[in-house]
């Protein structure tokens, strides 16, 4: 009879000890790659934002130096630039902060040899500056302006 109890207790149905702290390791594991996935998904999210609104502003900034180019001759370029928030760097770099989104943006303008109307544009845009740079878009003017 002693025997019959001790070998019913032993049957009885349940988890051990052992089986209830692997299933919570396993379950731990498997939610912390769920916040892993969830976090990578964040940093890219931030990431791939950062670069819409650099490249956003960046055209913004280049369209507004064509609209420049359209009345002003290369060498008048500088008061025009010094009007649209430019300070000079160096005789064809300029740089400035965007009023709107903090953004820092370096311009190079580079005068063709041939063409004296004719320049090569370089707008990169920065999320700070000494920052990574976030977008950077080239293009060639044609400066039509009126030479005096």
């Known amino acids: 009879m002693f025997l019959s109890k001790s070998a019913s207790f032993i049957k009885k149905n349940g988890f051990t000890l052992v089986e209830v702290l692997a299933s919570?390791?396993?379950?731990?594991?498997?939610?912390?790659s769920v916040f892993a996935i969830f976090?990578?998904?964040?940093?890219?999210?931030?990431?791939?934002?950062?670069?819409?609104?650099?490249?956003?502003?960046g055209q913004t900034s280049m369209e507004e130096l064509y609209g420049i180019s359209l009345t002003t001759t290369f060498e008048n370029r500088n008061m025009a630039l010094?009007?649209?928030?430019?300070?000079?760097?160096?005789q064809y770099s300029y740089d400035k902060?965007?009023?709107?989104?903090?953004?820092?943006?370096?311009l190079t303008l580079e005068q063709h040899v041939q063409y004296n109307n004719l320049s090569?544009?370089?707008?990169?845009?920065?999320?700070?500056?000494?920052?990574q740079l976030q977008a950077q878009m080239e293009n060639v003017l044609i400066w039509q302006g009126v030479s005096s």
């Open 24 to 32: 919570i390791v396993l379950l731990s594991i498997l939610i912390l």
């Open 39 to 57: 976090t990578n998904t964040t940093n890219s999210t931030k990431m791939a934002e950062n670069i819409v609104d650099a490249t956003y502003v």
């Open 82 to 90: 010094q009007s649209m928030g430019y300070q000079t760097i160096s």
């Open 97 to 106: 902060i965007d009023p709107k989104s903090n953004f820092y943006i370096e």
């Open 120 to 131: 090569f544009v370089t707008l990169k845009v920065f999320k700070h500056k000494n920052g």
